[in-house]
């Protein structure tokens, strides 16, 4: 799959970052038999940090915007977690999503779509998944989004 992904991926002009270091006492993924989990990443893209409050200062597309980010934050670390071969993605399993959001914004699924959404443009049927997407009063350095995943490996 790594040579699908990465052409994929180039198809739609996407390239994956470097997979972010963890920024407190934790580590970035454990592997458990052939189950990834991967630490929450938060909403990031080559300019720096995607912070505020959706509902407030980012709208819907915004925000699934600043969830795309995550996804490609996701690979990388699976990438970093298969020694660089993601041809040992077998599935993404499970996403759990947490929005910064106004106390009243409802449509945190539809932001989360952000990271689903790229997930199977990218992975196809091994990108569909189980999710949660949770609304959170706030997050890490007031990031928009932040979102952790769990993944089948060959």
């Known amino acids: 799959m790594s040579n699908s992904v990465e052409t994929r991926l180039a198809e739609l002009g996407l390239s994956l970052p470097d997979a972010p270091a963890p920024a407190a006492n934790y580590v970035p993924y454990v592997q458990v038999g052939q189950t990834l989990y991967v630490s929450g990443q938060i909403s990031q893209n080559a300019d720096g940090l995607i912070t505020g409050k959706v509902g407030v200062d980012l709208d819907v597309a915004a925000g699934a915007d600043a969830a795309a980010c995550c996804a490609l934050s996701l690979l990388a670390q699976v990438r970093a977690a298969c020694g660089g071969d993601l041809s040992r993605l077998k599935r993404v399993v499970k996403l759990t999503g947490f929005v910064n959001s106004a106390p009243d914004f409802a449509d945190q699924p ?43 490996l060959t």
Do not use: M, Q, T
């Open 110 to 152: 539809k932001v989360i779509n952000g990271c689903s959404d790229l997930l199977v443009e990218i992975l196809g049927d091994a990108g569909r998944h189980a999710r949660s997407a949770v609304s959170a009063g706030a997050l890490p350095l007031n990031v928009a989004v932040e979102i952790e995943g769990i993944f089948e």
